[in-house]
């Protein structure tokens, strides 16, 4: 399961609140392999350069960020080790794709 994700970081482990400054969105592309998500920044294809991330999903929980108004199909991930992102999808389709992928595993 892949494609391209916009992210925001809203608490950090413990759910502790994110702080200014590390709180915008990203864009990143995403690919789901068993358990781990894998977070390239999309920059990275360009020029060579750029962190991935890695995120376990085991023991996650997705669901459509209802909450949140300010941008269309964006869900909200809960890490076992309690950090909350938002992730903004290209589509509601593949906003719901990857939150049945990610509650699958
Ligand atoms: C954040 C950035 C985000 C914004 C967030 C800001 O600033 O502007 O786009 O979220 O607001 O803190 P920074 O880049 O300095 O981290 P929204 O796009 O959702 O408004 P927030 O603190 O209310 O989450």
Redesign the pocket.
């Known amino acids: 399961h892949k494609g391209f994700l916009k992210r925001?970081a809203?608490a950090d482990i413990d759910g502790k609140r994110t702080p200014?400054?590390?709180?915008?969105?990203k864009t990143f592309y995403a690919m789901l392999k068993g358990m781990v998500l894998y977070l390239q920044k999309d920059d990275y294809v360009k020029d060579g350069q750029g962190s991935d991330e890695v995120l376990s999903v085991h023991h996650a929980l997705a669901e459509q960020a209802l909450q949140?108004t300010?941008?269309p199909h964006v869900f909200r991930l809960q890490t076992a080790d309690w950090r909350v992102f938002?992730f903004e999808a290209p589509t509601t389709e593949q906003m719901n794709s990857w939150i049945g992928r990610i509650n699958l595993v």
Request: aromatic content about 24%; cysteine-free; hydrophobic content about 25%.
């Open positions: 925001k809203h200014w400054g590390k709180r915008s969105w949140y300010k941008r938002l």
